[in-house]
């Protein structure tokens, strides 16, 4: 049994029993009256009514939310079935601070808290990272009882992990009680699907589960995805001391990506000087600049356009060129050579819990994971329109080629055409062992208890990884390239497959990640209100990287860094009602986790031989200021935290460091890199759950942020924050409910939801875009469901006035939302 100080069932009744032996009464109406409340009002997931009000993600002891000093949020299944969030990504809706991530390319779960990276958890164990956007998985709820987000590190609980914070996913587990659940589904863009979940006691002591599904959608602008999952679990309680939970999970699945959405086009309004406007062909001029060849003759430097082409150019610039992306209309930059992210995982877990007494368990855990990529896609879609494009030889060049406007042989200006297109196909493979041991002793001595948590993790990550590049004459010179899309808007696409434009393999490598930790927490109840947590871990990463061939010349870098890290809190409960907390954390992780190591030189000081540094880790810091209040006897939970939240020991090149020889300001005597960059998140958060008889249901949270990314090795302190890209500033959500009990025979169950998103950056100084956005939007959706005996109908509508909108941030543009669809559910429990 967990140490707890909540209430539950258990001590209820013992509490009642105790009460009636001590008054000399077995059993009074009263007494009895009371227990049942006090049980109804206690679920077997802790909850009250439909409110978790328990979670052990932020300690690893089974604490009541009005005690954890710590920003925890928790979602439970019955919101995420209202919603119908078949992925991760439907789920992020309900927590404040979570989002999309900026520049993803639109591959798997990319995700955000507070504006940085995430750790995803399964019962607490390695469930994929986002690894340098070259393939990660969509994570499924289809096995989901719950979603608890922990916002900020958590190393020692959870070994190396992103600054965000962790995303665990509760997983469905058997059940001694026999139960059966039957789901169709059908939609818009022939979606379809068919699940079942199967439990049952085999013995006494044994009970298994099963879940299958089948899903199949066309997608909204063919973005496909398919899956098949395979869940099963056995759990057998050994003893009353020993119990054993083995697991296993097998999903495949294909999703089709689009990496390119809808592109901003390149016009940099600072080299036309002046403000967005109607352009005639005298605003954007040829390049006057020229160099002297060795003939002595001179040369343009920049492409040169015909008076005629000048006005062919001028005019099909739109005001929000270069600011916003432009509408395709719906269809996207989508070639047939890209393929979908063909992903295969197998996952097995054995758990041991050990309860060593009342309040003290030894828990080990073990993970075995693979999982398997293979895709192609596009990248780019670079309308060149006009730049004044900074140049280290020459100062500058408008039109510098191939950065410029396309003018084909036959002396054709194409203006909305797309150069330097790239394709790549990347096929990897990664292989994790997980190991944690978690030795909870309770204790307590006169009116203070506490627990002792002593944990130590394992853990090995081998990732082999190849990846092709093919790319346009103008990004490759070699034969058979890629045709240019002359027409962004009306693209004709190449024929064949990837494989027939003569790819050259540019990634080619086996990446090791093996870390260990050891760590100590202590939790202190010093009195009913006060509740003190202090953990600290010891955790050491090394890196090794073995070059399997390129076509160039890599590297082989290892890596190899250590250090401490902390979490500190104190949560005081001011009234039943009401409690502050604060909460101070640092952790560290991999600064690529399993991403490519890169040659980095510096020069040994006074001599010109290169010298290899060694990257420090990633390392993470937060500070949480917060606080947490119920009302209508726990039927509300809400919560209020400040914070600041930062990722710390990142990489980022010196402005001063130039190797080109030749050009003006040659200087290679400066160190290439420095790693005192950090990407910083400031604001504060809010969430609100309510479950008011039964009748009213309502998730709410809202988030304003600020995420910059700090270069000090800027001359000027202004240029030295930048916004994140892909980033919003403020985002809210909404789900609200109403029962109306006994309608026609059954419970209808209408709902409504808001998601409001503000406007994120997708600029980029490098290409010529300092400050393009993707608009804000705000999207309303639909739910009625129909429950009869042990059936339920529901309809979802998403996207309820078919708004277009920007569903996430991506490198140079943004990915279009769904328009206006619905999906239709059929749920059969016997």
Same mark, same amino acid.
């Given at each position: 049994m967990q140490f707890s100080r909540s209430l539950n069932s258990k001590s209820v009744l013992a509490t009642a029993v105790k009460v009636a032996l001590l008054g000399g009464v077995v059993a009074t109406a009263q007494a009895a009256e009371k227990a049942q409340d006090d049980i109804e009002r206690i679920s077997v997931y802790n909850k009250h009514n439909a409110l978790i009000l328990e979670s052990g993600t932020a300690t690893k002891s089974n604490m009541a939310l009005m005690q954890t000093p710590a920003a925890v949020v928790i $979602?439970?299944?019955?919101? %995420?079935?209202?919603?119908?969030?078949?992925?991760?990504?439907?789920?992020?809706?309900?927590?404040?601070?979570?989002?999309?991530?900026?520049?993803?390319? *639109?591959?798997?779960?990319?995700?955000?808290?507070?504006?940085?990276?995430?750790? +995803?958890?399964?019962?607490?164990?390695?469930?994929?990272?986002? =690894?340098?956007?070259?393939?990660?998985?969509?994570?499924?709820?289809?096995?989901?009882?719950?979603?608890?987000?922990?916002?900020?590190?958590?190393?020692?609980? !959870? *070994?190396? *992990?992103?600054?965000?914070?962790? $995303?665990?996913?509760?997983?469905?587990?058997?059940?001694?009680?026999?139960?059966?659940?039957?789901?169709?589904? $059908?939609?818009?863009?022939?979606?379809?699907?068919?699940?079942?979940?199967?439990?049952?006691?085999?013995?006494?002591?044994?009970?298994?589960?099963?879940?299958?599904?089948?899903?199949?959608?066309?997608?909204?602008?063919? &973005?496909?995805?398919?899956?098949?999952? $395979?869940?099963?679990?056995?759990?057998?309680?050994?003893?009353?001391?020993?119990?054993?939970?083995?697991?296993?999970?097998?999903?495949?699945?294909?999703? /089709?990506?689009?990496?390119?959405?809808?592109?901003?086009?390149? #016009?940099?309004?600072?080299?036309?000087?002046?403000?967005?406007?109607?352009?005639?062909?005298?605003?954007?001029?040829?390049?006057?600049?020229?160099?002297?060849?060795?003939?002595?003759?001179?040369?343009? &430097?920049?492409?040169?356009?015909?008076?005629? /082409?000048?006005?062919?150019?001028?005019?099909?610039?739109?005001?929000?060129?270069?600011?916003?992306?432009?509408?395709?209309?719906?269809?996207?930059?989508?070639?047939?050579?890209?393929?979908?992210?063909?992903?295969?995982?197998?996952?097995?877990? &054995?758990?041991?819990?050990?309860?060593?007494?009342?309040?003290?368990? %030894?828990? /080990?855990?073990?993970?075995?994971?693979?999982?398997?990529?293979?895709?192609?896609?596009?990248?780019?879609?670079?309308? +060149?329109?006009?730049?004044d494009r900074p140049n280290r030889t020459h100062g500058s060049i408008i039109n510098e080629d191939p950065r410029a406007p396309l003018v084909t042989e036959d002396g054709v200006l194409h203006p909305y055409a797309a150069r330097r297109q790239e394709y790549r196909r990347a096929v990897s493979d990664e292989q994790t062992w997980q190991y944690f041991a978690d030795l909870q002793l309770g204790w307590s001595y006169?009116?203070?208890?506490?627990?002792?948590?002593?944990?130590?993790? !394992?853990?090995?990550?081998?990732?082999?990884?190849?990846?092709?590049?093919?790319?346009?004459?103008?990004?490759?010179?070699?034969?058979n390239n890629l045709p240019y899309i002359l027409d962004i808007r009306n693209p004709v696409w190449p024929t064949g497959s990837f494989m027939d434009y003569n790819p050259f393999v540019k990634s080619n490598y086996e990446k090791s990640l093996t870390a260990y930790g050891i760590s100590a927490q202590e939790v202190l109840y010093l009195t009913d209100a006060l509740t003190v947590r202090a953990g600290a871990a010891y955790t050491e990463i090394k890196q090794t990287y073995e070059d399997f061939g390129t076509d160039e010349e890599v590297k082989e870098l290892d890596s190899k860094d250590s250090g401490t890290t902390y979490n500190v809190g104190l949560n005081y409960q001011i009234t039943p009602q009401f409690a502050a907390?604060?909460?101070?954390?640092?952790?560290?992780?991999?600064?690529? #986790? &399993?991403?490519? =190591?890169?040659?980095?030189?510096?020069?040994?000081?006074?001599?010109?031989?290169?010298?290899?540094?060694?990257?420090?880790?990633?390392?993470?810091?937060?500070?949480?200021?917060g606080f947490r209040f119920t009302a209508f006897e726990e039927d509300l939970l809400g919560s209020v935290v400040f914070f600041e939240t930062k990722r710390t020991n990142l990489r980022y090149g010196n402005t001063e460091f130039n190797s080109e020889v030749g050009s003006t300001d040659y200087n290679v005597d400066v160190p290439r890199y420095f790693y005192d960059n950090n990407e910083t998140t400031k604001g504060v958060e809010v969430d609100l759950n309510l479950v008011l008889n039964d009748a009213w249901k309502l998730n709410l949270n809202g988030t304003y942020q600020d995420a910059i990314s700090v270069m000090n090795s800027q001359k000027d302190p202004a240029d030295r924050e930048v916004d994140k890209k892909g980033l919003p500033e403020k985002m809210a959500g909404a789900w609200i409910t109403h029962m109306l009990p006994q309608f026609m025979g059954g419970d209808l169950e209408l709902s409504l939801g808001m998601s409001y998103v503000s406007e994120r950056t997708v600029s980029s100084s490098g290409f010529g875009l300092p400050t393009a956005v993707v608009d804000g939007y705000t999207r309303w959706d639909m739910a009625a469901a129909y429950y009869f005996d042990n059936y339920h109908f529901q309809l979802n509508i998403e996207n309820l006035a078919d708004e277009t909108y920007y569903s996430k941030a991506m490198f140079l543009g943004g990915l279009p939302g769904n328009e206006r669809n619905a999906k239709l559910t059929f749920n059969y429990q016997f």
């Amino acid at each position: 049994m967990q140490f707890s100080r909540s209430l539950n069932s258990k001590s209820v009744l013992a509490t009642a029993v105790k009460v009636a032996l001590l008054g000399g009464v077995v059993a009074t109406a009263q007494a009895a009256e009371k227990a049942q409340d006090d049980i109804e009002r206690i679920s077997v997931y802790n909850k009250h009514n439909a409110l978790i009000l328990e979670s052990g993600t932020a300690t690893k002891s089974n604490m009541a939310l009005m005690q954890t000093p710590a920003a925890v949020v928790i $979602v439970d299944k019955d919101l %995420l079935d209202s919603q119908t969030a078949n992925t991760l990504q439907d789920a992020i809706r309900n927590v404040s601070g979570f989002t999309q991530g900026g520049n993803n390319y *639109g591959i798997g779960d990319n995700l955000a808290i507070r504006g940085l990276g995430v750790n +995803y958890t399964y019962d607490g164990m390695y469930g994929g990272a986002s =690894l340098g956007n070259n393939y990660n998985p969509t994570r499924s709820m289809t096995n989901i009882e719950s979603m608890e987000v922990l916002k900020g590190p958590a190393t020692g609980l !959870y *070994g190396i *992990g992103a600054a965000g914070g962790v $995303v665990n996913l509760i997983e469905k587990k058997p059940q001694f009680e026999e139960a059966y659940e039957i789901s169709a589904k $059908v939609g818009s863009w022939n979606t379809y699907g068919l699940m079942l979940d199967a439990t049952n006691a085999i013995t006494d002591d044994l009970a298994y589960r099963v879940v299958l599904n089948h899903e199949r959608s066309d997608g909204y602008r063919d &973005l496909q995805q398919d899956r098949d999952e $395979v869940y099963a679990s056995l759990k057998f309680e050994a003893s009353k001391d020993h119990a054993l939970l083995f697991s296993a999970a097998y999903i495949d699945d294909a999703v /089709q990506v689009d990496s390119v959405g809808d592109p901003v086009r390149i #016009v940099n309004w600072a080299s036309i000087d002046g403000e967005p406007r109607k352009l005639t062909g005298a605003d954007v001029p040829n390049d006057p600049k020229f160099i002297i060849n060795n003939d002595d003759k001179k040369e343009y &430097l920049g492409v040169q356009l015909t008076e005629a /082409q000048r006005e062919q150019l001028a005019a099909s610039i739109s005001t929000t060129d270069g600011l916003k992306p432009i509408d395709l209309g719906g269809t996207g930059l989508i070639s047939p050579l890209s393929t979908p992210n063909e992903g295969q995982e197998l996952r097995f877990k &054995l758990r041991h819990d050990w309860h060593l007494g009342e309040e003290s368990t %030894l828990t /080990q855990q073990i993970l075995w994971r693979q999982y398997d990529s293979d895709l192609t896609r596009q990248t780019g879609a670079y309308n +060149y329109v006009y730049w004044d494009r900074p140049n280290r030889t020459h100062g500058s060049i408008i039109n510098e080629d191939p950065r410029a406007p396309l003018v084909t042989e036959d002396g054709v200006l194409h203006p909305y055409a797309a150069r330097r297109q790239e394709y790549r196909r990347a096929v990897s493979d990664e292989q994790t062992w997980q190991y944690f041991a978690d030795l909870q002793l309770g204790w307590s001595y006169g009116d203070i208890s506490g627990e002792h948590l002593v944990s130590v993790n !394992y853990e090995d990550r081998k990732m082999s990884f190849k990846q092709w590049h093919a790319y346009d004459k103008h990004g490759d010179t070699r034969s058979n390239n890629l045709p240019y899309i002359l027409d962004i808007r009306n693209p004709v696409w190449p024929t064949g497959s990837f494989m027939d434009y003569n790819p050259f393999v540019k990634s080619n490598y086996e990446k090791s990640l093996t870390a260990y930790g050891i760590s100590a927490q202590e939790v202190l109840y010093l009195t009913d209100a006060l509740t003190v947590r202090a953990g600290a871990a010891y955790t050491e990463i090394k890196q090794t990287y073995e070059d399997f061939g390129t076509d160039e010349e890599v590297k082989e870098l290892d890596s190899k860094d250590s250090g401490t890290t902390y979490n500190v809190g104190l949560n005081y409960q001011i009234t039943p009602q009401f409690a502050a907390f604060i909460n101070a954390s640092k952790g560290r992780t991999a600064y690529g #986790v &399993l991403s490519k =190591l890169e040659d980095e030189k510096e020069l040994i000081d006074g001599t010109n031989i290169p010298k290899k540094t060694n990257q420090p880790d990633s390392e993470s810091e937060s500070f949480d200021l917060g606080f947490r209040f119920t009302a209508f006897e726990e039927d509300l939970l809400g919560s209020v935290v400040f914070f600041e939240t930062k990722r710390t020991n990142l990489r980022y090149g010196n402005t001063e460091f130039n190797s080109e020889v030749g050009s003006t300001d040659y200087n290679v005597d400066v160190p290439r890199y420095f790693y005192d960059n950090n990407e910083t998140t400031k604001g504060v958060e809010v969430d609100l759950n309510l479950v008011l008889n039964d009748a009213w249901k309502l998730n709410l949270n809202g988030t304003y942020q600020d995420a910059i990314s700090v270069m000090n090795s800027q001359k000027d302190p202004a240029d030295r924050e930048v916004d994140k890209k892909g980033l919003p500033e403020k985002m809210a959500g909404a789900w609200i409910t109403h029962m109306l009990p006994q309608f026609m025979g059954g419970d209808l169950e209408l709902s409504l939801g808001m998601s409001y998103v503000s406007e994120r950056t997708v600029s980029s100084s490098g290409f010529g875009l300092p400050t393009a956005v993707v608009d804000g939007y705000t999207r309303w959706d639909m739910a009625a469901a129909y429950y009869f005996d042990n059936y339920h109908f529901q309809l979802n509508i998403e996207n309820l006035a078919d708004e277009t909108y920007y569903s996430k941030a991506m490198f140079l543009g943004g990915l279009p939302g769904n328009e206006r669809n619905a999906k239709l559910t059929f749920n059969y429990q016997f």
